[in-house]
């Protein structure tokens, strides 16, 4: 059984930066690609970033491209946020997807999650 934890949530100015963990547990975690998706109040879950098994091939959405960076060190993934902007505000999922292949954007292609870390960001 797959377990996903994060943490390293919080409240940050604007402009600010903050690294958000995910502990993976479980026997084969480190051989799945692995995501991040958040969720604001009123919207749907959205895709941040997602890195391959082996941390070679990463994809962001084009809100956060240039200043989030996604890495791993199995059994662990993390999510570098910097110049934080208020519209980054959400609860923040780590996802992981068991099926081999390209890298997913839809959370409904993952078959694990965590149970999410708040970040907020001031204006």
């Known amino acids: 059984q797959v377990q996903l934890v994060e943490s390293g949530g919080g409240l940050v100015q604007a402009g600010g930066s903050l690294r958000l963990s995910c502990a993976a547990s479980?026997?084969?975690?480190?051989?799945?690609?692995m995501g991040w998706f958040r969720q604001a109040p009123g919207k749907e879950r959205e895709f941040v970033a997602a890195?391959?098994?082996?941390?070679?091939g990463r994809r962001y959405a084009d809100s956060v491209k240039g200043r989030f960076t996604i890495s791993r060190d199995n059994p662990n993934m993390y999510l570098q946020m910097d110049s934080l902007k208020p519209e980054d505000t959400a609860v923040y999922y780590c996802?992981?997807?068991?099926?081999?292949?390209?890298?997913?954007?839809?959370?409904?292609?993952?078959?694990?999650w965590g149970q999410g870390t708040q970040v907020t960001v001031s204006s």
């Open positions: 996802a992981l997807d068991k099926r081999v292949g390209e890298l997913r954007l839809r959370a409904d292609e993952y078959d694990y």
């Open positions: 890195i391959s098994w082996n941390g070679v």
């Open positions: 479980g026997r084969t975690v480190s051989i799945y690609d």
